[in-house]
């Protein structure tokens, strides 16, 4: 990981359910060719860890925090050049329901239409996460 420091926007929706149910639900990486439409449409357990071989950056191979109590959905992507990416991503108790924080870190060779499309990709699964936890 580099110690360049590079901007960062956090991304967060509401959902009204509670905060073990959407951790659930979202930790699982087999529910995110539902909702994380910004890793594709399919992820497969390999090797590597999770492979998303159609995700719009090419393959990536993307490996999750151990589940935990506190929320955290920390996982990191391992771009088709190599490149690691940290993403730290929360729920947290937001009264009777959660919220999800997702905190989007520009990469130095990223230009600003990049970084706007990055977080209106993430702002999109964030949103399609919202439908379906209060949905069912």
Known sequence: ????????????????????????????????????????????????????????MGRVVVDFAPRNELGVLDHDVTLPSGQTVYNPVRVIVHGAGSEVVFTLRRRPEMSDADFERDADTVAADLVRLKSIMESG
């Open 1 to 56: 990981m580099s110690s360049e420091v590079t901007a960062s926007r956090h991304v967060s929706v509401y959902i009204d359910r509670p905060l073990g149910e959407v951790y659930a639900y979202a930790s699982n990486p087999v529910n995110l060719p539902v909702w994380a439409h910004g890793l594709g449409d399919s992820v497969e357990q390999g090797d590597e860890g999770w492979v998303a071989e159609s995700s719009p």
